[in-house]
């Protein structure tokens, strides 16, 4: 059952009015919105890395394979295919409770895997399950692989990884391409990436001879996007915590970016920690925690006033690296991926004004983001995309 109440619209998902507040008007009207956010975009993108292979012969092998999709009418290496949905589903006798996480993936049809397993009791191996969400709405149904009993004894022997596979779902709310199992991803010929992501190198324009950062890289697509467009003469720099290093080397390995540097720490000290980096960047990519409220879909989601407060000042503490790596005429990139005002423009404008950037026109000029005197606005709710904002700013 839906809880309903004056800070959800009618979804399960909960936001204080304060929160609901901070979203700009021009992003359409907020309940209708917060609405939206409940159900995926209409179409599943995917990124070509060109770096191996063309557009055009890898949907000549998506064809032969079985596969329909199409090229985005703005960004040439993003293609796409429908998301079909949503279906019903039957609640079965034995449920299986997954993670915020793990329960918005596996409504598009992913499996779930161990990490993602909150509590399944009395399941044994080959019982049809339910996978409900923390708060009990159903997102799929599948078949468990192995008891419940020993999911929680690998759970207590590893602390990290994907651990296996729980329950391989027969039926999901929404239904899409797995990019994993899709010809050619172990060769490194795609990438798996929300198409606002995309725009993010697409407006930074990456070139050969410059130097690239993203201080807050993981799991690796807007890098490895500006590698991409740059290509291997550039020098190109990902950051990230230390947990999060050997992942992104292994994503980097599968696409052919050997060339990207990998370094693992806390950004907000990247220049105290490896002086010789200070000055050095044409151009920065900063993508900070944020409260995420653009990421579709939600099946679970709890956020207030206070969180996006509180990210506001942890995001501008990464801003103020990304300065000192910057050369004096350098570019900064800050997007996240939300839809909160404080996080977003409010945070561009503090930028340039405490920091010293100003906001620039790139060369790309996208069609379908909301222009404003900062940077872009992209809506779930009018543009059928995840909810981003980006901006363009250039150091004095």
Known sequence: MLLKGPHSCGTPLRYDNSLLEMIPPILGDTCRLIQRLTMPTSRAYVRVNTLKISVREYLRILEEAGYSFSVDEEIPEAIWTPIQGPFPITPLNKKVIADKRASENVMLGSDLYIPGVVGAKNVKKGDKVTIVAPNGIPVANGIAIIDYHDVIQVKRRAKRGRLGLFVKVTESLYRTVRVGDLPGF????????????????????????????????????????????????ARIVAV?????????????????????????????????????????????????????????????????????????????????????????????????????????????????????????????????????????????????????????????
Request: proline content about 7%; charged content about 25%.
């Open 186 to 233: 172990n060769e490194g010929y795609i990438y798996g990436q929300s198409l606002s992501s995309m725009y993010v190198a697409r407006l930074l324009d990456p070139q050969p001879h410059e130097w690239i950062i993203d201080i807050t890289a993981a799991p690796g697509g807007k890098i490895s996007h500006a590698a991409q467009l740059a290509g291997p003469k």
């Open 240 to 396: 990230d915590r230390p947990s999060k290093v050997e992942k992104l080397k292994e994503t980097f390995t599968r696409l052919g970016m050997n060339w990207i540097q990998v370094l693992g720490g806390d950004s907000r000290y990247l220049t105290v920690d490896h002086p010789s980096l200070t000055g050095k960047f044409d151009k920065v990519i900063l993508d900070p925690p944020c409260t995420n409220l653009g990421v579709i879909p939600k099946v679970v989601d709890n956020r207030s006033h206070r969180d996006a407060r509180n990210l506001v000042s942890y995001q501008f503490q990464l801003a103020k690296t990304a300065a000192k790596l910057l050369k004096k005429g350098g570019i900064l990139a800050y997007s996240v991926c939300t839809l909160t005002y404080p996080e977003a423009e409010a945070q561009a404008l503090r930028i340039s004004e405490e920091l010293g950037f100003e906001p620039i026109e790139p060369e790309f000029r996208p069609v379908r983001p909301i222009r404003t005197s900062y940077g872009y606005w992209l809506s779930p709710l009018l543009h059928d995309v995840t909810g981003f904002y980006i901006s363009l700013l250039r150091k004095k």
